[in-house]
């Protein structure tokens, strides 16, 4: 049995909306479907979906403060006044930055720059050193951008220097706002739904569409990045800001975006919601996770195609460098996890560390969500301040802000969403944090569950198919790639992939269909996994286009098998290699003692050492993988074996001593030759002779053992004192009313099954075998 990662939960939407849907708005009913299921009840809200192109922007004015704003940056514009944007050092404060830096251009500043602090020196948000510094520079007009919300102490220092300040961020608001000279934040606005869930180049993007009046194709290509970036709902404004930017984004003319997709080998006329998450964000992040977000901004501002080259090497360079980093933190951090705080026992991780690069620990921690289904804290202890900074990436069913903040006065420094969030705290408090977050959580919030759109037979998936689905991009957060469930079919030609052989590439079959799959992160299940299993997966379609030739193929999400899983060994020596292959915990076991030395020593205490008729379920206890190393003598030691417990995963040697067997029963010639025989020798002193009997006839001792034993069954014989004696005048009798002939035709029968049958014939042998003994 393989247990899925999640628990599959397959939605069954209203069948008379799918029905609507289908007829009103002319599409598949696989489409109409995944629309009821992703919220979306109305006729016109689903029309609005699909024809996201069409759909109108939303008011930019309908933000509180907008006028205010609006009026502010076109009065500095016009004196002139030094204009500074504040940004910060991620992939959606970049972009915001860049969107602002553009839009003022455009708008005909000729006084503006930008500042985004040093991660490492000065921490996340507007801080009183920079303002100083901002200050003696001539700053006049500071307009933050996916910041300054929280920065309350900051933004009354800027007033006290005279320096109006404007915030625009996304983050969430606390109970205090900032005594800013105004504030645009999708919270504040007269219909909260329509941008409650804007990233902080959203924002930008709207501050900058109430300046100049539209939305140029280089302010929404550098929009649809920080907000795929960041993580944000795609439904509604961000629906729209993704689908068109990526429009943008494939025809673009902005050197920098050219040059980090030439550099990254994409093609530019290929870019989808994954190229952002994969390619550009990555790459745009790593320059402020490493040192100074400047490199980044100045990519996206970059004029010059020449100039953008040179960054967007230097980029890819700092993100392979950042990939060595998280590879070697994220090893540490597992390593910590089981030794210290194992899952099963913590339901929320958290694990802190001298030396941790703050840049990369957000990365960390959304790996350790990923590997154990746990809302996940990991923190970068400085020796030398005793301040721990973190990053904390959630779960479905878990909100981190509103848990972390209950921490209070212990938060040095706290921001962030439902799913993600940043905190400094001192070192001594980490243990605080840890006790708080485990008991508010709640066990079955670690059971990830994901919901399956539907289920379908592979017969069924096609490029058309495939294609319908695309028509519900960009995907994303709250509107994710549609998952399909396949039941019943099979992995063949599967092999691990990628450097470290952590991907499975296979081939799925039904036996009259096949597509191509593809599981990033499952190389181990390879270990799990027999041609012989029957299994369930769960992923999402997509066209795979090779030498101009395309073809569906499934991304693995998760994988199941409900019945007992087989693993042909018979074929195999029982060499330590092959036994080391086969996973922990695990045990041995023979139906004939003197069969453990074809066992190597090392793996001698892992053999079952009572006989069978003395094991209970306490001897498997902590083992669901068993290794049956020899051949029962019939078919009941087998039940017996698999009456006191049922087992996942059966490793199948069935090992024999050939000289004491013999593959089918005797011919009638063979028994009418030994007949003959002591029919003329008559009495025959079986004891002394057997031997050279056997030689003669060319026989085997057991075989000749066997013939001897039916005779005597069917009283043709009687043996006294080891002397055979034949019976005369007896009546002639068909070898089949034996019950010694019955009972070894029946075990040859079995045995032959055991030995020579295919790997899906005795798969599923074993798997009625324990489903009749249940």
Avoid at 85 to 108: C, Q, W
Avoid at 473 to 487: E, S
């Amino acid at each position: 049995m393989i247990k899925p990662k999640n628990e599959w939960c397959l939605l069954e939407p209203d069948h008379s909306l799918v029905t609507k849907f289908e007829q009103e708005l002319e599409i598949p009913q696989l489409i109409a479907k995944i629309l009821v299921n992703r919220g979306i009840t109305e006729l016109e809200a689903a029309r609005e979906f699909l024809e996201v192109e069409k759909q109108d922007w939303h008011d930019p004015f309908l933000f509180f403060d907008m006028h205010k704003t609006v009026d502010r940056i076109k009065q500095a514009v016009q004196l002139n006044e030094n204009i500074v944007i504040f940004g910060d050092y991620d992939a959606d404060g970049v972009t915001s930055t860049a969107i602002m830096m553009l839009a003022l251009e455009k708008l005909g500043s000729k006084n503006h720059r930008y500042y985004i602090p040093n991660r490492f020196s000065e921490g996340y948000g507007p801080n009183k050193a920079a303002l100083e510094t901002l200050q003696s520079v001539g700053a006049q007009l500071i307009i933050s951008v996916d910041t300054g919300i929280s920065a309350i102490e900051e933004i009354r220092f800027s007033k006290e220097i005279g320096i109006d300040f404007i915030v625009t961020d996304h983050h969430q608001m606390g109970h205090e706002l900032p005594e800013a000279y105004s504030i645009i934040h999708p919270m504040r606005t007269e219909l909260e739904e329509v941008y409650k869930d804007l990233s902080g180049a959203g924002v930008a993007l709207k501050l900058a569409q109430a300046l100049l009046g539209n939305s140029s194709d280089e302010l929404l290509a550098i929009a649809a990045i920080g907000t795929v970036s960041d993580l944000v709902a795609l439904l509604g404004e961000n629906r729209k800001i993704v689908f068109q930017g990526l429009k943008a984004i494939r025809h673009t003319k902005l050197p920098g975006l050219i040059a980090l997709s030439q550099n990254a080998g994409l093609d530019m006329n290929a870019v989808n919601e994954d190229s952002i998450g994969f390619v550009f964000a990555p790459r745009i992040n790593a320059a402020g996770r490493l040192g100074s977000a400047d490199l980044a901004v100045d990519l996206l501002l970059s004029s010059d195609m020449d100039t953008a080259k040179h960054i967007a090497k230097q980029l890819e360079t700092l993100n392979k460098e950042r990939q060595e980093i998280v590879q070697k933190s994220s090893l540490e951090a597992v390593e910590m996890v089981n030794q210290l705080y194992p899952a099963e026992a913590f339901p929320v991780i958290v694990v802190a560390k001298e030396g941790w690069n703050t840049g990369v620990i957000g990365i960390v921690a959304s790996k350790l969500v990923d590997k154990f289904n746990r809302p996940a804290v990991v923190l970068s202890i400085d020796p030398e301040t005793g301040e721990a900074k973190g990053s904390a990436r959630s779960i479905n069913g878990f909100d981190l802000y509103e848990n972390i903040s209950k921490l209070g006065d212990k938060l040095i420094h706290f921001g962030g969403h439902p799913m993600a969030a940043g905190l400094t705290i001192n070192q001594e408090d980490i243990q605080a944090l840890r006790d708080l977050l485990c008991n508010m959580a709640e066990v079955n919030i670690c059971q990830v569950n994901i919901q399956v759109d539907t289920c379908i037979n592979l017969d069924e998936i096609n490029s058309e198919l495939v294609r319908q689905l695309e028509s519900l991009a960009p995907f994303g957060v709250k509107n994710p790639k549609p998952l399909i469930q396949i039941d019943r079919v099979f992995l063949h030609s599967a092999r691990k992939i990628g450097s470290e052989c952590n991907h499975l590439k296979a081939v799925i079959s039904n036996k009259k269909q096949n597509l191509d799959m593809v599981g990033f992160g499952f190389g181990s299940k390879l270990d799990e996994i027999s041609e012989s299993d029957s299994v369930s997966l769960v992923g999402h379609l997509s066209i795979n286009e090779w030498k101009n030739v395309s073809k569906p193929q499934l991304m693995l999400q998760d994988i199941s098998c409900n019945s007992i899983q087989i693993f042909d060994f018979r074929s195999n020596p029982i060499t330590q290699s092959n036994l080391k292959s086969i996973p922990s915990p695990r045990k041995f076991f023979l139906f004939n003692e003197v069969e453990s030395n074809r066992v190597p020593l090392e793996f001698h205490k892992e053999i079952l050492s009572k006989q069978l008729d003395l094991l209970t379920v306490d001897d498997f206890k902590d083992s669901e993988n068993l290794v049956i190393v020899d051949l029962p003598s019939n078919i009941h030691e087998l039940e017996k074996l698999f009456k006191i417990k049922q087992f996942s995963k059966i490793y199948l040697f069935l090992k024999s001593d050939s000289e004491k067997m013999f593959q089918t029963i005797p011919s009638r010639e063979k028994f009418m030759k030994v007949y003959g025989f002591l029919l003329a020798n008559s009495p025959f002193d079986y004891d002394r002779n057997q031997a050279q009997l056997a030689k003669s006839l060319g026989f085997s001792k057991d075989l000749l053992d066997f013939i001897i034993s039916v005779f005597f069954d069917l009283s043709f014989v009687t043996i006294d004192n080891g002397f055979v004696h034949v019976e005369k005048n007896v009546t002639k009798r068909p070898l089949d009313e034996s019950q010694v002939y019955l009972q070894k035709q029946a075990q040859m029968e079995f045995e032959n099954m055991l030995l020579f049958s295919t790997r899906e014939e005795i798969t599923i042998y074993f798997q009625q075998l324990q489903s009749n003994l249940i």
